[in-house]
């Protein structure tokens, strides 16, 4: 089950976090991987190490801070390369402060990537998926985005978009027989949460039904699931990956 032969996916913000993990998960599962970030460094490790693995994975140097530069960023893709049927918008920024100190450059940066970003590279790749009649386009949003969350006032505004972005979306395209979606993680375990003191740890654990913070892996696996066969009769679903700290 959820394997992906024959597929090809593009994975943004793949150098680090939810993206590394995804796009590891999904090469192991037999798709061909196009592991998109600024850091091109990291993403070749990344490829490295999928190929060493016995997977196929190629590194795009992508920064979604500059929507304009997708097209042609994307036209640089070799042809074995270029029909992407898996797209996982995952890139993400944070300008985070309270709002009435909030300047217009922290909004812009943070809605250009999250979320004209994310615009910019569907729009590329999905005319690929109508012609072919298969494709899934997998939306990496967050808790926050329908919680809100204080200090986060653009961040939360860019995953909020999301969210209507994938069901405006999968309602115009459901007939081509693509699918969109939305994996909306929660509290996740990164370098920032690991360096939290005990009792901060605790306290963010203490509004999680399942009292842990998530993994990568637990977001990658739900990121498989509707970039999979599996999943083609989900679509404009968001899939909640809080642990239950949102019902």
Known sequence: MFRLDGKTALVTGASQGIGRAAAALLARQGARVVVAARSLDKLEELAGEIAAAGGQAHALALDLSKPADVPGRIATLPAEWAEVDVLVNNAGVTADGLFARMSLEQWERVLTTNLTGAFAVSRELIRGMMRKRWGRIVNVSSVVGMMGNP???????????????????????????????????????????????????????????LRRLGTVDDVAAAVLYLASEEASYVTGHVLNVSGGMYM
Do not use: D, H
Request: cysteine-free; charged content about 20%; aromatic content about 6%.
């Open 151 to 209: 200090g986060q006032a653009n961040y939360a505004a860019s995953k909020a978009g999301l969210i209507g972005f994938t069901k405006a979306l999968a309602r115009e395209i459901g007939s081509r027989n693509v699918t969109v979606n939305v994996v909306a993680p929660g509290y996740i375990v990164t370098a920032m949460t690991e360096a939290l003191p005990e009792k901060g740890r605790q306290e963010l654990e203490s509004v999680i039904a």
